[in-house]
Every structure is written in C-alpha cells, then in structure tokens.
Nanobody, 127 residues
Framework: QVSLVESGGGSVQAGGSLSLACVASGYTDRYYCMAWFRQSPGKEREVVAG????????YYGDFVKGRFTISQDIAKNTLNLQMNSLKPEDTAMYYC????????????????????WGQGTQVTVSS
C-alpha cells in the first residue's frame, strides 16, 4: 500500500502556470508506474500524464500538446506535474495515482492500471 498526498493546486488566469506535487509514502519501490489524472464535473476521469518509475519514460494525454511536463524525484518520493499555458478547459480536480504493486501500466495509462489514489487538488483556470 502507498499513500499519496497532492499539493500545488489553485487558481490562475489563462496562459499562466501551476506546479503540482505528489508525495508518496509506503512501499513506493513496488510501483512501476505513476500518473496524474483529472476530472471535471460531468466528465469522466482522464489521464493527464504518466511515468514509468524505473526508466523515466513518460506518456501524455493528447490534449496536453507539449504544455505539461511530468517528472519524478526518486530521492524525495515525489511526482511532479509542471503545467504551462493553462486554458480554462484545464479546470478540474487533479489526482495523483500509483499503479499496482510489481505491475506495469498499459501503454495508455488507463484507470484500471491504478490501485492507489490521492485525495485530489483543485486547479481552476479563468479566462
């Protein structure tokens, strides 16, 4: 089991930037993939970005288009998401997620790949 705590959400104007962080505690070395998801009212949860923790390979949702960067700080057990050029449609609750122990995620980092979730942090982008 791993515990995930997100921080860094807030309100920003369109075109601005925010940086999210997720601190993991527990048996973190058992989890081979981690990701950021988001969900806005009335919509399904979708993957924003994912990372394979062993080699650092990353995956991004199509809507990201080079605006966001996911990274990990292994020494600090922290998963980061740098978001630039934010748009009003990026407004959502953002969740940190860790995969299942000793399991690799699918190519597109889908929800069933993940068994551990943080409580979420709200991101609001105004026009």
């Amino acid at each position: 089991q791993v515990s995930l705590v997100e921080s860094g959400g807030g309100s920003v104007q369109a075109g601005g930037s925010l940086s999210l962080a997720c601190v993991a505690s527990g048996y973190t070395d058992r989890y081979y993939c981690m990701a950021w998801f988001r969900q806005s009212p009335g919509k399904e949860r979708e993957v924003v970005a994912g990372i394979y923790t062993r080699n650092g390979d990353t995956y991004y949702g199509d809507f990201v288009k080079g605006r966001f960067t996911i990274s990990q700080d292994i020494a600090k057990n922290t998963l980061n998401l740098q978001m630039n050029s934010l748009k009003p449609e990026d407004t959502a609750m953002y969740y940190c997620a860790a995969g299942r122990p000793f399991a690799y995620c699918s190519d597109h980092f889908t929800e069933p790949d993940f068994g551990n979730w943080g409580q979420g942090t709200q991101v609001t982008v105004s026009s």
